[in-house]
């Protein structure tokens, strides 16, 4: 493995893994970005889902409305882009939609007189958009958690000593990617190694434009996230 597609993140944090978020976007998408001038973001491996602050409901709103519920049209949506520290993370709809399994009464009597063996209940599946609510206040804005969809696409070492996270984008399988990839440093302007002809996004497939299976039984959030108070350090 190479570390030339490692980019490091600077933790301004003092209790979480916690970064400065700014510039939260759609590519195409009517929406107000929720970090101005700034959000903090966490990292934390122990957080299913992506969790956001309430002040993001409108932007999420808009996001969840290009969402078909029979999950037809995932290979149509669009990247969700952010920057830590600086640098553009993208984040295919694997990310960020998922897909939930509901089980209903079937709405025939007649499937109560059925033999042994037949179902009075159906399951359906639906895909929704993938944010958990979160109401806390840091001192560089409203507290988003960036837990496992995060990691699943971006290969994560926490440098302790350093007070750094380095990223770079993984595959499927929990490895760095090994071809070229750019991460744009918005701060100085600079652009790093990019293979010729490639564009932003380009290194995704169409296996990260489908929807993620989720137990929502199975769905955990930090303990420190659940308390009533909205303040918190990062």
């Given at each position: 493995e190479t570390s030339a597609n490692f980019q490091a993140l600077t933790v301004v944090g003092k209790v979480h893994w916690g970064l400065k978020m700014t510039n939260l976007h759609v590519p195409g998408l009517a929406a107000a970005d929720p970090c101005v001038p700034s959000c903090g973001a966490i990292v934390d491996s122990g957080t299913s889902l992506i969790a956001a602050p309430s002040v993001a409901a409108g932007f999420i709103r808009r996001l969840a409305q290009l969402i078909h519920g029979d999950c037809s049209n995932m290979d149509s949506l669009p990247i969700l882009r952010m920057e830590l520290d600086g640098k553009v993370i993208e984040l295919p709809p694997a990310a960020?939609?998922?897909r939930t399994r509901t089980t209903i009464p079937r709405n025939s009597s007649i499937w109560k007189r059925m033999f042994a063996g037949a179902e009075e209940h159906q399951t359906i599946h639906r895909c929704r958009v993938a944010f958990m609510t979160l109401d806390k206040h840091s001192q560089y804005g409203p507290v988003w958690i960036l837990g496992m969809p995060f990691l699943r696409?971006?290969?994560t070492v926490f440098d302790r000593a350093s007070k750094t996270i380095h990223v770079a984008p993984s595959t499927p399988s929990c490895k760095i990617l090994s071809k070229p990839i750019s991460l744009i440093n918005t701060t100085h302007r600079e652009s790093h190694a990019s293979?010729?002809?490639?564009?932003?996004?380009?290194?995704?497939t169409?296996?990260?434009?489908?929807?993620?299976?989720?137990d929502l039984n199975a769905a955990r959030i930090p303990g420190w996230a659940t308390t009533p108070d909205s303040k918190v350090s990062l």
């Open positions: 960020y939609v998922m696409y971006y290969y293979a010729p002809g490639e564009g932003a996004g380009s290194r995704f169409a296996t990260d434009f489908e929807a993620t299976d989720v």
